[in-house]
């Protein structure tokens, strides 16, 4: 297969793919579609909760698949020992976070689900960081912990009805709306000062830890958290990890570390992910869970590397051409790149040579430097 005729997302897919798969993660295939009662009974852990549905001919409301990860916990089994290593390269049907409209979206990730040791957490932020260097070498793996978020938003004393409001404050680092919210809420003011004093603690994981420490923060996570980052940065991505407590999922289904993965020239998450023992929880689950997604929808918009050309050779040719030596023309043109026949220059077309066949001969008009 010649990889430089892919597109800049099959490529991604491709390395990400081997990656995955030397780690002994196993490929897992799906249907285009579920019961809609799926997503319905968990739309609060889906990125969008816009699904399209449609009712099948035995009269079932089904939808076209949101999510994958749903997908793989419904349809594998607990274990007494060891994990379910899978990855997946699906295409999922949801609102893109470049384009706001339905899209789909092709999406590639992992998940562990079994008995999830502290190797296995370790093992996917490892992944999760070689995934973000396989997009690009500018990258941030940004790492958080939602028990230390918990106690925090539990320390406010507030209701059920607030959390989700606060959670979404937390994630957007809006200060004044936090504070606004827990003081209608009837929030203790020195539980809201540490609150925001934890959101404003970000940064590399020599600094933030020993800070997080001072505030009060559960001593067992932050022990994980450490003993995450040393290995993280034992194994070379130390220059690439921060703590920052605005990465947030639902504390409804997410538990322990959480993490969001970013890409210079991007303007969101590339890849989110996170343990998720909560969902499998409310799936009726024992075994527990962590994995993540790399949304290829967001790398539109970034390359990688600079595409200047949508063809190597335009060569051009006119009614005179005869159809064999055209061919032969195309065909000694592509040893050195990909090529283009055409009557005429299409609108937009962006080439690096022009050429122009001439009975049996290719004469060249403009060469790009």
């Keep these: 297969m010649d990889m430089p005729t892919l597109q800049y997302e099959e490529r991604i897919v491709f390395a990400l793919r081997d990656l995955y798969s030397r780690f002994g993660y196993l490929p897992f295939r799906m249907s285009k579609f579920e ?37 793989i916990v419904r ?26 409209s339905f899209r789909e979206i092709m999406q590639t990730g992992l998940e562990c689900i079994g008995h999830v040791d502290d190797y296995c957490i370790l093992e996917v932020l490892m992944l999760a960081a070689e ?48 504070a606004a919210l827990c003081a209608s809420a009837g929030a203790a003011p020195e539980a809201v000062a540490r609150l925001q004093a934890l959101i404003r603690t970000a940064g590399r994981p020599e600094t933030v830890l020993p800070a997080l420490a001072e505030l009060g923060c559960p001593a067992a996570a932050l022990e994980k958290l450490t003993a995450l980052t040393d290995g993280l940065t034992e194994m070379g991505f130390g220059d690439m990890l921060r703590i920052d407590f605005s990465v947030v999922n639902d504390m409804d289904y997410y538990n322990g570390v959480v ?48 595409a200047e050309y949508d063809v190597d050779t335009l060569l051009l040719y006119d009614e005179t051409a005869a159809p064999a030596a055209l061919l032969r023309a195309v065909k000694q043109l592509a040893r050195d790149g990909n090529v283009m026949a055409q009557c005429a220059v299409p609108e937009k077309l962006k080439y690096r040579r022009l050429a122009r066949l001439r009975g049996n001969e290719v004469e060249y008009v403009e060469q790009i430097s």
């Design 131 to 178: 995934s973000l260097r396989a997009i690009s070498d500018e990258c941030v793996l940004d790492l958080s912990h939602m028990d230390v978020v918990s106690a925090m938003v539990d320390a406010l004393g507030v209701g059920a009805a607030q959390r989700g409001a606060i959670l979404k404050c937390i994630g957007g680092k809006n200060m004044h709306e936090l």
């Design 35 to 71: 019961e809609y009662d799926l997503y319905a009974r968990n739309k609060d852990f889906l990125v969008s909760d816009n699904v399209i549905t449609f009712t099948d001919t035995n009269g079932k409301l089904m939808a076209l698949k949101p999510d994958v990860t749903l997908s």
């Design 259 to 306: 993490f969001k993965g970013f890409v210079a020239g991007v303007p969101g998450s590339v890849i989110s992910g996170g343990q998720y023992d909560k969902l499998m929880s409310r799936m009726g689950r024992r075994a527990g869970a962590v994995g993540f997604a790399v949304y290829l929808d967001m790398l539109e918009r970034f390359s990688g590397e600079s």
């Design 75 to 100: 349809s594998t089994r607990d274990t007494e020992a060891g994990v379910h290593k899978l990855y997946y390269n699906e295409n999922v049907y949801r609102v893109s976070g470049s384009t706001r």
